[in-house]
């Protein structure tokens, strides 16, 4: 079982940066695949970023890349997710999501991840 809490989500204007959290409790940290999705009020839930918390490498939407970094701490069973230059378009509610292999390297679609957190609240005004 993996239980995930999101935090960090807010209000801000466009232009300004948030960091996420998520943090994962889990005996198997080490093999899990973690990814942030986010979904607009009317839009299918996108996935944005993804990282294997075994020193993966990141991947990204397009439609984020340049903006957004995913990241980890290790010794705190927790990953980021920095959003900078943001748009009232990143506006949504962000899940945090995971789920265990031996590797992963992309976002893969929101089926492919068992464990959900509750969301987070990130509003962008212009």
């Known amino acids: 079982q993996v239980h995930l809490v999101e935090s960090g989500g807010g209000s801000v204007q466009a232009g300004g940066s948030l960091r996420l959290s998520c943090a994962a409790s889990?005996?198997?940290?080490?093999?899990?695949?973690m990814a942030w999705f986010r979904q607009a009020p009317g839009k299918e839930r996108e996935g944005v970023a993804a990282?294997?918390?075994?020193?993966?490498?990141?991947d990204y939407a397009d439609s984020v890349k340049g903006r957004f970094t995913i990241s980890q701490d290790n010794a705190k069973n927790t990953v980021y997710l920095q959003i900078n230059s943001l748009k009232p378009d990143d506006t949504a509610v962000y899940y945090c999501a995971a789920s265990i292999r031996s590797y992963c390297n992309t976002v893969s679609g929101e089926y492919e991840y068992k464990y959900w957190g509750h969301g987070t609240q990130v509003t962008v005004s212009s």
């Open positions: 990282i294997y918390t075994n020193y993966g490498t990141p």
């Open positions: 889990a005996f198997t940290y080490s093999r899990l695949c």
